[in-house]
Structure formats: C-alpha cells, structure tokens
Nanobody, 123 residues
Framework: QVQLVESGGGLVQAGGSLRLSCAAS????????MGWFRQAPGKEREFVAV????????DYADSVKGRFTISRDNAKNSVYLQMSSLKPDDTAVYYC????????????????WGQGTQVTVSS
C-alpha cells in the first residue's frame, strides 16, 4: 500500500522558516523520486522541488530557488523541505508526491500523493 504523510506545516511570519516532512512507505522511498508541490486558494497545483531517488540530484521552481532545500533520508523513509525566508506568496497547501520519472516538474507524472499540509505565511 502506498502511503505518503506530510507534517510540519503551520503559521509563520514573513522571513521565518519551516521544515516540512513526508513519511513514505518503505518501497516508495527506495524506488521513486520525490517531489513537493503546493496549491494556493484559487490556483492550480504547482511544482516546488524534486529530488532523485539517490538524493544526488535536485530541481527547484524559480520562485523558491535559494530559499527552499529538498532532502531525503532513505534510511528513515522520509523526504524533507526546508523553507527559509518565507513570503506571504508561499502560503499554500504543500503536497508530497512520488514519481518514477527522474526530476519531473509535471504533476501528472506523479501517481502517488499525500494529503497535504497547510503553510500560512503572515505579513
């Protein structure tokens, strides 16, 4: 059974930091590249970051590059998104997802999704 569970969301002031975690089924974490997406109210779900199965390669949306860092710990079946210098525009529900496509930015290439965690950045 595929399971992805996000945690770590919350309310933070602009300029602050949050670390999101995604706990994954063991066979997922060892097999798939892992991505983070986000969806703000009234907007489409958008790509944030992705990390390869080994963790050696990453890709980021331009809007978060230099502020967010994706990482993974396969031994702990977990993926993380460290978010710094947060802006009100970062407010969204953040989703963890798994894909067999290396470093994909396209949500339709991710068959497995978590339920999401809310991040709210106040100005």
């Amino acid at each position: 059974q595929v399971q992805l569970v996000e945690s770590g969301g919350g309310l933070v002031q602009a300029g602050g930091s949050l670390r999101l975690s995604c706990a994954a089924s063991r066979h997922i974490i060892s097999t798939y590249a892992m991505g983070w997406f986000r969806q703000a109210p009234g907007k489409e779900r958008e790509f944030v970051a992705v990390i390869s199965r080994s963790g050696d390669n990453t890709d980021y949306a331009d809007s978060v590059k230099g502020r967010f860092t994706i990482s993974r710990d396969n031994a702990k079946n977990s993926v993380y998104l460290q978010m710094s210098s947060l802006k009100p525009d970062d407010t969204a529900v953040y989703y963890c997802a798994a894909t067999v496509t290396v470093l994909s930015r396209y949500r339709y290439e991710y068959p497995y999704w978590g339920q999401g965690t809310q991040v709210t950045v106040s100005s």
